[in-house]
């Protein structure tokens, strides 16, 4: 116990960067909702809106190759594959031209829904938080570096359950590029060193249950593998 803190404080959660012995600390996670135009109809909504964003807590984030738990009070768990953004340089009212400068890398995320919940708390006119941010409800893999992939813009990113393709799409089919989502997202807070930007997802979620394993790629960003226990 630290003498300073009167409980024992949480640790750094931290993901493992490509090709490097250090990790990338996780400081906010913040995650895009309706950004393909496609998963939007699909849940019968204008595509043509301006981004907005729900948070999930740090140590949310579950690691590649982890088993998490069926959670609490759903009945319709759903997968989300998505392009993470991880920010390297922070900071406020970022311009679009400026905004891939802050970006440190980018790593293939699952924003994990209870999709039930999420539903009957929007019906009510409440937040989607009880729906979206729960315990090990963001596995994200490991950092790729900007200066080892690049800025990620096109390029296919997919999820399989037991094999079968349940998400196919391009990264190019993005309403709001990560670029866009950054200059949005920074008006509305200060962004920080170590805060993930979960760029929304494709159309074709859909429900797992206990044993499935899901298996998400984002091209030249590898694979993030997690089972459903
Ligand atoms: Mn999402």
């Known amino acids: 116990m630290s003498a300073e803190y009167v409980v024992t404080p949480p640790p750094v959660v931290g993901l493992p960067v490509v090709g490097s012995s250090e990790k990338f600390p996780v400081r906010r996670i913040y995650c895009v909702g309706r950004n393909y135009a496609a ?40 997968h989300e594959v998505e392009l993470v953004a991880a920010i390297g340089k922070g900071g406020a009212n970022i311009a679009a031209d ?10 293939v995320g699952f924003d994990m829904t209870r999709r039930d919940v999420q539903q009957a708390a929007a019906k009510n006119g409440k937040p989607w938080e009880v729906g979206k941010s729960f315990d090990n409800s963001a596995p ?74 899901m298996v998400g790629s984002v091209e030249t960003l590898g694979t993030l593998t997690v089972k459903v226990g």
């Open 140 to 213: 994200c893999g490991p950092v790729y570096p900007v200066a080892q992939v690049g800025h990620i813009t096109s390029g296919k990113i997919q999820i399989t359950v037991n094999g079968q393709v349940r998400q196919s799409s391009d990264i190019n089919l993005m309403i709001w590029d990560v670029a866009h989502i950054i200059e949005h997202l920074s008006q509305q807070v200060t962004l920080g060193p170590g805060d993930l930007i979960f760029t929304g997802t494709p159309e074709g979620v859909s429900a797992v249950v206990k044993g499935d394993v």
């Open 98 to 107: 400026k905004a891939l400068e802050h970006v440190y890398g980018y790593a």
């Open 39 to 78: 998963h939007a109809r699909e849940f019968g909504h204008d595509e043509k809106l301006p981004p907005f964003f729900f948070a999930k807590a740090a140590d949310m984030i579950v690691p590649d190759g982890a088993t998490v738990p069926y959670p609490p009070l759903t009945q319709n768990y759903h």
